[in-house]
């Protein structure tokens, strides 16, 4: 086995430190473990600088923050919902305040059992080796964006990019446009798209708005109640509201009467799609609002991942590879664990669990 110098060992490796990455960082360093986080991006931010230029949060500032530090409000004259550009700013400075230990750029390649009296795992990296008795995965989604499979679609001479490569509108103006995706994501990208372009809404079912006072405060703290409510067999959950947050652009989109949707077309031709009813339309791009599946290849050689992209875990901790953990993925990883505010919950439950594995798995003394 290659031998790994001193400072390229930790105790706790960090993979990633976006937004779910800084926050196990943050309860690591209250805890006082050794740790350190190594980031594929260039500067800080996470996925944060890649979303589209007009992109915004649907929750104000203080609810959209990350645990020890709220994030600061947007000036009077904006909207009250975060830009993307002060989320960017936030993490930078969430990340320096806490005096987090980031490498970056580092790009993962693999992570593999060690096979050295240390135990632990082996994290090959572009910069070297890693040893390190506990890997938390906190790498997101965004370099696994999902796009659905329809037939004809290597035949189609339009564009087609997904929403974690849209930029802005200008690129589409005077086109045809079909925005696929009934999340906030899609409702956002259709309202800036439609006003230079005929955009056409399509999604799997009709979309459910949200009432204008209400924003992703409100849908944090119903989607805790119904958590609870499911957890426990005491009482049902209470009825969702809806989906997509009325942040300004979609409310403006509303009064333009462009908000309808319809269904999936059924496969493309060369020029455009074909609808269920069979009738044809020509169409020069589709910019697929369809989500995204973990992007944890890099776990492959430890023979865990699952079909769809996941790994077994109970909520954070991998079932099957003691000492790993997935923090941010979504509800499989942790309630509400993909959003800024609720992240910091499955941080701290990680944290703890790390330290007790820690202590239970004491490194060998020389």
């Not at 209400?214 to 119904?226: K, P, S």
Request: charged residues 15%; neutral net charge.
């Amino acid at each position: 086995m290659a031998t790994v110098s001193d400072e390229f060992t930790t105790d706790v490796l960090v993979i990633g430190a976006g937004q779910s990455g800084l926050a196990v960082g943050y309860y690591l360093r209250r805890a006082g473990l050794n740790f350190v986080l190594l980031d594929d991006q260039p500067a800080p931010g996470g996925a944060w600088p890649h979303g589209w230029d007009s992109l915004r949060l649907f929750s104000p500032a203080d609810a959209s923050s990350l645990p020890g530090w709220l994030m600061p409000r947007p000036p009077a004259a904006d909207s009250g919902f975060p830009t993307r550009d002060a989320v960017i700013d936030y993490l930078k400075q969430y990340e320096q305040r806490y005096e987090l230990p980031v490498r970056r750029p580092v790009r993962v390649a693999a992570v593999r059992r060690s096979s050295g009296s240390v135990g632990g795992f082996m994290v090959e990296t572009d910069a070297g080796t890693w040893q390190a008795r506990a890997v938390v995965c906190a790498t997101g989604s965004w370099r696994n964006p999902f796009v659905p499979v329809y037939p004809g679609q290597a035949d189609f001479s339009g564009v087609q990019l997904h929403s974690a490569q849209y930029q802005q509108a200008a690129p589409f103006a005077g086109q045809r446009v079909l925005v696929v995706g009934g999340g906030n994501s899609g409702a956002q990208v259709l309202a800036e798209v439609s006003q230079v372009a005929h955009t056409t809404w399509v999604t799997e079912k009709e979309p459910r708005f949200l009432p204008d006072d209400v924003d992703g405060r409100v849908l944090f703290t119903q989607a805790t109640q119904r958590y609870h409510a499911l957890s426990g067999a005491a009482a049902a959950p209470p009825p969702t509201l809806g989906d997509i947050v009325m942040v300004p652009p979609v409310q403006d989109a509303r009064g333009r009467g462009v908000l309808g949707s319809v269904r999936p077309f059924v496969r493309f031709t060369p020029t455009g799609v074909v609808w269920a009813d069979g009738r044809e339309e020509s169409v020069d791009a589709v910019i697929w609002c369809t989500g995204f599946r973990p992007a944890l290849s890099f776990l492959a050689g430890l023979g865990i991942l699952q079909p769809d992209g996941r790994v077994a875990t109970e909520v954070a901790r991998a079932t099957a590879a003691p000492g790993l953990w997935l923090v941010g993925y979504g509800t499989w990883t942790g309630f509400a664990s993909a959003t800024i505010i609720g992240v910091g919950r499955s941080a701290r439950a990680t944290t703890d669990e790390i330290k007790a594995f820690l202590a239970l798995n004491q490194a060998p003394t020389e």
